[in-house]
């Protein structure tokens, strides 16, 4: 069974939809949603393992220019 987590991301003004369209590319990214509220973006990941979930946030999403602060969730139901 698949790992899901949802990733709350906060960006600097003015490039929300600069790091939504880096984002949505990105191996194992279900869903890239910009939203309103205290975060500009939420995304949807799944992997294999948790591992991957941590590689893909440490090695492909913090190197995306914009992203300010990122907060993972992790799936614990269906």
């Known amino acids: 069974m698949a790992t899901r987590a949802y990733i709350l991301i906060e960006t600097a003004v003015g ?8 984002l949505r590319p990105m191996p194992n990214m279900k869903s890239v949603d910009t939203v309103t509220g205290p975060f500009d973006i939420i995304a949807v990941v ?33």
Not at 15 to 22: F, I, L, Q, W
Not at 50 to 70: C, D, F, Q
């Open 46 to 78: 799944e992997a294999n393992d948790l591992p991957s979930i941590g590689n893909l946030i440490s090695e492909g999403m913090h190197k995306v220019p914009g992203i300010v602060k990122t907060v993972t969730c992790l799936a614990v139901g269906s």
């Open 15 to 22: 490039k929300t939809n600069d790091v939504a369209g880096r």
